[in-house]
């Protein structure tokens, strides 16, 4: 089944609840929501307490991007705030066997993320305990950016290697997505799809709906 993650860092924060609600209509499953710390990448955007305060506007999956270093520090306050998947990088994490175990034992579901330049095959160990893998389609930090083509081979590696070891690991692609590109994104394996300018820019509720419509040709 194909899952829209719209990301809320796309969204106009003084409507928020009213841009999510719109994408709920839509019929989006995941709503994605990126934690920046400043240090693991440039920016800073929201914590905890923006993930509590929105987690009574929908009864979606929380779908939880760590873009922060040593995210295992955290895992309790996510818990606390709603969230359903968490997601880490890496890259971010010194023991990255101990924070998947962490998420997993909180009673979330565990998700690992890879940086552009990052291969797939240092997931070789992990990939049987987790839930997901997100595919970096651009280098994380900002909003808006084009998608990097060579990510497309990324998610077709990951597909084999998945397909090849039988596990119902899910593969979510994020940056630079559109309806121009979303096609060729789920042609190569990708099946969770974030976008967050396509969705938020202009009618939230449209945008995320054009996507599930082409999603239908996929899921039927």
Request: with cysteine; net charge negative; charged share 25%.
């Given at each position: 089944m194909i899952i829209l993650s719209p990301s809320v860092l796309g969204a106009d924060f003084t409507k928020l609840g009213e841009q999510i609600a719109a994408v709920d209509r839509a019929g989006a499953e995941y709503i994605h929501l990126d934690v920046m710390d400043g240090s693991f990448v440039p920016s800073i955007s929201f914590g905890m307490p923006v993930i509590a305060s929105i987690r009574g506007c929908t009864g979606r999956i929380f779908d939880v991007h760590m873009m922060v270093e040593e995210p295992g520090r955290f895992v309790d306050d996510l818990k606390k705030a709603g969230a359903d998947i968490v997601c880490v990088h890496?890259?971010?994490c010194r023991h990255l066997d101990r924070t998947v175990n962490q998420i997993r034992e909180a009673g979330m579901s565990p998700a690992v993320a890879l940086n552009p330049a990052t291969p797939v095959e240092t997931l070789s160990c992990?990939?049987?305990y987790v839930?997901?893998?997100l595919v970096m389609s651009v280098n994380p930090g900002f909003g808006g950016q084009k998608f990097i083509p060579y990510t497309l081979e990324k998610i077709r590696a990951l597909r084999r290697m998945i397909?090849?070891?039988?596990l119902k690991c899910r593969?979510?692609?994020d940056g630079g997505v559109k309806l121009s590109n979303v096609e060729e994104?789920?042609?190569a394996g990708a099946d969770t799809i974030v976008v967050g300018s396509g969705v938020f820019s202009g009618d939230a509720e449209k945008n995320a709906a054009d996507f599930m419509e082409i999603f239908r040709k996929y899921n039927a």
């Amino acid at each position: 089944m194909i899952i829209l993650s719209p990301s809320v860092l796309g969204a106009d924060f003084t409507k928020l609840g009213e841009q999510i609600a719109a994408v709920d209509r839509a019929g989006a499953e995941y709503i994605h929501l990126d934690v920046m710390d400043g240090s693991f990448v440039p920016s800073i955007s929201f914590g905890m307490p923006v993930i509590a305060s929105i987690r009574g506007c929908t009864g979606r999956i929380f779908d939880v991007h760590m873009m922060v270093e040593e995210p295992g520090r955290f895992v309790d306050d996510l818990k606390k705030a709603g969230a359903d998947i968490v997601c880490v990088h890496q890259e971010a994490c010194r023991h990255l066997d101990r924070t998947v175990n962490q998420i997993r034992e909180a009673g979330m579901s565990p998700a690992v993320a890879l940086n552009p330049a990052t291969p797939v095959e240092t997931l070789s160990c992990i990939l049987p305990y987790v839930d997901m893998v997100l595919v970096m389609s651009v280098n994380p930090g900002f909003g808006g950016q084009k998608f990097i083509p060579y990510t497309l081979e990324k998610i077709r590696a990951l597909r084999r290697m998945i397909d090849e070891q039988g596990l119902k690991c899910r593969i979510e692609i994020d940056g630079g997505v559109k309806l121009s590109n979303v096609e060729e994104i789920l042609q190569a394996g990708a099946d969770t799809i974030v976008v967050g300018s396509g969705v938020f820019s202009g009618d939230a509720e449209k945008n995320a709906a054009d996507f599930m419509e082409i999603f239908r040709k996929y899921n039927a």
